[in-house]
């Protein structure tokens, strides 16, 4: 059986890497429009190293290898279009899209959950990244600065695949054509990375000195994405709290974003990703200069 499955799916494995290959050349082509100078350039050669090693690492052995992340996200989807489409029976209202069968639903909740997974799997994955490598910490060379960005990344990289199989459905069952939004889809990633480095470098600065940090995230992630209009509408929330879900909650306006990106080929929640955006890089500055203030002691800590 381990025989036949291999030989099965060895073909979509090497469709992952070449896509990995792929988004690595594509990097590349940017380095003579970016005004980097050899040090910050071998700093990022560095840290696509040990993503790539990182992703590697996590599936080495296994048979499905990098495709046990999509097949958790789509798990996560099934179980989400059944409970809320099948039985609770949420209805929804986009413009433009057939809103009165479950996959359709199934396609909003995958739109809306693939940035909230990249986001809290990085983040519980950042939060043990300098404890978990001692060794590099007390290296007095090595960039410490990189040590939370390699699982932030990684978990990104892993959510687009989920993020191209989206597309493909889009595309063929619902749309039939892909659109022309998908161009703005970076403007989205922005605010997404920023808020996951900057809470990624705050949790994994403080979790060197408070070990309870982990878990306390745990509970806090599981408060704020059911507190985040993911696998519900946000008109389902009551019409005084709508606006303040998403001034004040990052995801929910990047969920929505990604939704219409996607699914409705028009941007309605501008205003709301300025106001994401904003908040987005205001956390990335704190997370930041938190964890380059504690940096100094890490290795005696440690």
């Known amino acids: ?52 090693r990182d992703m590697d690492a996590r599936y080495k052995g296994s048979v499905l290898g990098n ?106 069952f619902i749309s039939h054509s892909i659109p022309l939004t998908l161009l703005l889809l970076p403007l989205v990633w922005i605010p997404q990375l920023l808020i996951t480095a900057g809470l ?15 878990q306390t995230l745990g509970v806090v992630l599981n408060l704020w994405f059911y507190a985040t209009p993911l696998i519900y509408p946000a008109e389902m929330i009551p019409e005084p709290f709508q606006q303040w879900v998403f001034w004040v909650n990052p995801l929910a306006a990047i969920g929505e974003m990604y939704r219409d990106i996607t699914l409705v080929g028009e941007i309605t929640h501008w205003r709301e990703w300025g106001v994401a955006t904003a908040i987005a890089m205001a956390v990335f500055v704190f997370g930041f200069w938190c964890y380059k203030k504690l940096r100094p002691v890490f290795a005696d800590v440690l």
Do not use: C
């Open 67 to 172: 495709l046990w992340p999509l097949l958790n996200q789509l798990a996560q989807l099934l179980i989400y279009t059944y409970v809320f489409a099948i039985v609770l029976r949420v209805k929804l209202s986009l413009k433009g899209v057939p809103t009165d069968n479950s996959f359709v639903f199934g396609l909003w909740l995958f739109a809306g959950l693939l940035p909230w997974i990249a986001f809290s799997n990085g983040l519980i994955q950042a939060a043990g990244s300098v404890v978990g490598q001692p060794n590099l910490v007390k290296k007095v060379v090595f960039p410490l600065s990189l040590l939370p960005l390699v699982p932030v990344l990684s978990s990104f990289l892993e959510s687009t695949f989920g993020l191209i199989v989206l597309i493909i459905f889009v595309a063929a």
């Open 1 to 52: 059986m381990t025989v036949i499955m291999t030989i099965v799916l060895r073909p979509i494995k090497m469709w992952i890497k070449a896509l990995k290959r792929l988004l690595y050349q594509q990097i590349l082509r940017l380095k003579p429009l970016v005004p980097l100078n050899e040090i910050q350039w071998a700093k990022l050669g560095l840290l696509k190293t040990l993503v790539q």
């Open 200 to 214: 990624g470098y705050l949790v994994a600065g403080l979790t060197v000195f408070i070990r309870d940090i982990p």
